[in-house]
């Protein structure tokens, strides 16, 4: 079983930025793949930025591309998602997300994921 647990989000005005913090515990956090999604209020829930365990390789949608990073520290069990030039869509609730590493991964898919945080507000106004 893996805990997450997200924080961080708020109310930003447009342009500005915000960084998200999803701390874990319970099960050896390198062996997972770490991705972001966001849900609109009345839309579906998207794929934002993943990152694998101990690699380097990270994923994003062409959305937040050149806007968004994420990293990880794994001696601290917590991923990150650093937001610059945010824009009012992208409000929503942001929710971190575990997924078990194997011979295939799949970072963009959220039903690959097996773990969820319950999701902090991101609100950018105009």
């Known amino acids: 079983q893996v805990q997450l647990v997200e924080s961080g989000g708020g109310l930003v005005q447009a342009g500005g930025s915000l960084r998200l913090s999803c701390a874990a515990s319970?099960?050896?956090?390198?062996?997972?793949?770490m991705g972001w999604f966001r849900q609109a209020s009345g839309k579906e829930r998207e794929f934002v930025a993943a990152m694998r365990g101990s690699e380097t390789g990270t994923y994003y949608s062409d959305s937040v591309k050149g806007r968004f990073t994420i990293s990880r520290d794994n001696a601290k069990n917590t991923i990150y998602l650093q937001m610059n030039s945010l824009k009012p869509e992208d409000t929503a609730v942001y929710s971190c997300?575990?997924?078990?590493?194997?011979?295939?991964?799949?970072?963009?898919?959220?039903?690959?994921?097996?773990?969820w945080g319950q999701g902090t507000q991101v609100t950018v106004s105009s």
């Open positions: 319970g099960r050896t956090f390198s062996n997972y793949v």
């Open positions: 997300a575990a997924q078990l590493m194997g011979s295939i991964n799949y970072p963009r898919a959220a039903s690959r994921y097996n773990y």
